[in-house]
């Protein structure tokens, strides 16, 4: 009866560093195979343990800067000195499949994909607090003192830019924030404007079989259905 767009749905997944937004996206991916998440690529140095063309494509500042310059990205941002952009080719070919995409990206970038695809879903990850995400930034142990303070600075500015996005999930409790985020992609697909067409059946149809199939005298039903007409 109804048929939905075959396109797959972009969805733009955001928050302040520390907040754990890959750590959730990750989960999601891993129990929906059809959701496919989008490497981004940045000019900064690998931090330990980030693979090449798993975590982020790792460019020179001078090779990004030539990909811009080229239109290779769908969008693309500076943050804490360092660029971070969205290749858009193979974004745009599992769209079209029909495969479901993420993006995990700065909120300058979420900013720019508003822009150009407004019809995206936008997810805001949220730390259950300011001092959390302190924390959270400490423990990485990837940073000195100084970067950590400039990130929390970045991420206590971005935490007043959820009203930006359609939905807000406070990562308090990793499985419970994922069940969110996996609740809210699924209710996206029931949106009506999902909808590419509606095959309606004609109603008189439908009520005469339905009255030849009962064994009871419809004489009176359907003299009603008549005056309807």
């Known amino acids: ?10 969805i733009v997944v955001s928050g302040p560093s520390g907040a754990g937004k890959d750590t959730i996206v990750n989960k999601v991916v891993e129990n929906n195979k ?17 693979v090449e063309g798993v975590n982020y494509f790792f460019l020179e500042k001078e090779d990004f800067e030539e990909k811009i310059n080229n239109n290779y990205f ?84 971005e935490i007043n830019e959820v009203t930006k996005y359609n939905y807000v999930v406070v990562n308090d409790k990793l499985d419970e924030a994922v069940d969110k985020v996996e609740s809210i992609i699924k209710a996206e697909k029931c949106r009506v404007d999902r909808i590419e067409e509606m095959l309606v059946a004609n109603k008189e149809e439908i ?7 009962e064994d009871f005298d419809n004489s009176t039903i359907s003299e009603k259905i008549m005056e309807e007409k």
Do not use: C
């Open 1 to 10: 009866m109804i048929k939905q767009k075959k396109q797959g749905q972009l």
């Open 34 to 50: 059809n959701i496919w998440i989008s490497v981004s690529a940045t000019s900064r140095k690998p931090r330990k343990g980030e």
């Open 74 to 157: 769908l969008e693309y941002a500076e943050y804490a000195n360092n660029y971070y952009g969205t290749p858009k080719e193979k974004i745009v070919e599992k769209l079209e499949k029909g495969i479901d995409v993420i993006l995990v990206i700065e909120i300058q970038g979420a900013k720019k994909i508003k822009e150009l695809v407004p019809e995206a879903l936008f997810i805001f990850i949220m730390p259950p607090s300011e001092k959390t995400l302190l924390s959270r930034l400490k423990n990485r142990q990837t940073e000195d003192k100084e970067k950590i303070i400039e990130r929390f600075n970045i991420a206590y500015k």
């Open 207 to 213: 009520i005469h079989e339905f009255l030849m199939e």
